[in-house]
């Protein structure tokens, strides 16, 4: 029995930050039903990479929004209305990730949905939290990464403004709504009582830079400064990054400079020894680093140094990670289908519960598709 099976999770989310949150709640037993406009559904259908859809959903959709049901309701039919506030009465959660104000307007706001349902778990997403001058701005990933000051820790010192390539800030922010629902579902168990958890993408974004800021909150409010050379960590000192090889790339992370230098039978000149130029010279070293790294194999230096225990690793691709026993002993990916049939490769849920790997082989459901099965299961 997977822990959260009995939870019934409603998911007025669009996208990918409140979905990813309801994926994983349906990962773990819940039993997550997304309300969904009829006929077109939720916006994020439609929002492709590489424009690959599975029928007539995105690839992205589908990944983001596997073993779930859908419901489709039209907010504004007052008898639609009526069985969506039906199946609140009998929900454990309920997410959204309206602008502010739009729930208000449908009648679903916090304040109602806790007069229907005092026991529900209210979990609202937004894009800059639902006050100060930027509450009603679009809260999209790139855009958050981009005010957050994000940007500027990753790309070496020329590169400016550097967005990293993943929705990184809708992620971050599902996990932090995972994390205070399943907190305000403890504390319901103790209380009796139900709550609103309420997450944004900036302020998940500002937490995923916490380390960062408290160094910039307590070092005279000094900018980041990448390295011109190698960049992996604004703020470490060589030889922290990543470098050429002879046949490829080799990153190199915590590892004592001194130590490194002498493994690679590396003297370095001795304006260098003192252990604080190891930040402050650090583009200097490193181009000295760069050029000894590159004359040989990265094999040939891991095999120097992983006996010695540094902290170093092949750079390798997909193909490479997917191959390789490492990925496979994981079982990271699983199939799932469409009530269709048709079929596509994902990967499944990281987290364990006692030992034993969560798969699921549902894929995303059509808009409405499961109308009949909710009407007659909650008596709507």
């Not at 590169?159 to 504390?187: E, K, M, R, W, Y």
């Not at 604004?234 to 493994?263: E, M, S």
Request: hydrophobic content about 40%; some cysteine; charged content about 25%.
């Amino acid at each position: 029995m997977l822990p959260l099976e009995g939870i019934t999770v409603l998911e007025f989310a669009q996208f990918m930050a409140g979905p990813s949150a309801g994926l994983k709640m349906a990962d773990l037993g819940a039993r997550v039903i997304k309300i969904e406009r009829p006929g077109s559904g939720e916006a994020g259908r439609q929002i492709a990479l590489k424009n690959i859809y599975i029928d007539e959903s995105s690839m992205v959709f589908h990944t983001a929004n596997r073993n779930k049901l859908s419901f489709g309701a039209d907010l504004k039919d007052p008898n639609d209305l009526a069985k969506v506030k039906q199946l609140i009465a009998q929900a454990d959660v309920m997410t959204h990730n309206f602008r502010p104000g739009v729930m208000e307007k449908i009648g679903l706001d916090y304040d109602t949905v806790a007069s229907i349902n005092p026991r529900i778990i209210y979990g609202v997403v937004s894009g800059y939290s639902a006050v100060g001058p930027w509450a009603k701005k679009p809260g999209q990933d790139l855009l958050i990464q981009s005010l957050s000051g994000f940007v500027n820790l990753s790309g070496n010192a020329s590169d400016g403004p550097t967005a990293t390539g993943l929705a990184t800030s809708d992620i971050f922010t599902g996990v932090h709504l995972v994390q205070g629902i399943l907190a305000s579902l403890i504390n319901r168990n103790k209380t009796g009582k139900g709550s609103k958890v309420e997450v944004s993408l900036l302020e998940s974004t500002l937490d995923l830079q916490f380390e960062v800021l408290t160094n910039f909150l307590n070092d005279g409010g000094k900018l980041p400064q990448r390295s011109k050379v190698n960049n992996a960590h604004a703020y470490l000192d060589a030889p922290y990054g990543i470098y050429k090889t002879k046949d490829g790339h080799l990153a190199i992370a915590l590892t004592p400079l001194d130590q490194i230098t002498k493994a690679m039978n590396l003297e370095l000149p001795s304006e260098y020894q003192d252990k604080a130029t190891w930040f402050e010279k650090r583009d200097e070293i490193k181009t000295i680093l760069a050029a000894q790294l590159i004359k040989e194999t990265t094999q040939h230096w891991l095999s120097i140094f992983e006996p010695l225990d540094f902290r170093c690793s092949d750079v390798f691709n997909y193909t490479q990670l997917l191959n390789h026993d490492a990925y496979k002993v994981l079982q990271m990916d699983q199939e799932v289908e469409t009530s269709d049939g048709i079929k596509m490769k994902t990967t499944r849920c990281p987290i364990r519960i006692d030992g034993q790997r969560i798969f699921s082989k549902k894929s995303a459901p059509k808009v409405g598709e499961d109308n009949a099965l909710i009407e007659k299961e909650f008596k709507l």
